[in-house]
């Protein structure tokens, strides 16, 4: 059976850090395209970075270029989100998804982890 699982979300204070993962199983990485997307409570599913598996090119919304980064680490098959300098308006759940295709948008992801929820409160 296919499926992502995410993982390191949490309660973290403005301008602290988190590191999510996200592991595939029944699958490997291989020459996808794996996205983190995030929702936000009554706000549109949006795309925050993503990563050809192939030949490593990200690429980042703007709202968190300088602040995340995007890393694989194909040994371990997982996928990393660093998330530093966390403010408020990044509370969301997070979700990783993946794209055989390679594509990097909302529509193109043909799998999907289940969301890690990601709140940043002083």
């Known amino acids: 059976q296919v499926q992502l699982v995410e993982s390191g979300g949490g309660l973290v204070q403005p301008g602290g850090s988190l590191r999510l993962s996200c592991a595939p199983s029944?699958?490997?990485?291989?020459?996808?395209?794996i996205g983190w997307f995030r929702q936000a409570p009554g706000k549109e599913r949006e795309g925050v970075s993503c990563i050809h598996i192939r030949d490593g090119s990200t690429r980042y919304v703007d709202s968190v270029k300088g602040r995340f980064t995007i890393s694989r680490d194909n040994a371990k098959n997982t996928v990393y989100l660093q998330m530093n300098s966390l403010k408020p308006d990044d509370t969301a759940v997070y979700y990783c998804a993946a794209s055989v295709e390679g594509l990097c948008l909302i529509k193109g992801m043909d799998y999907w982890g289940k969301g890690t929820l990601v709140t940043v409160s002083s």
């Open positions: 029944g699958f490997t990485l291989d020459d996808y395209a």
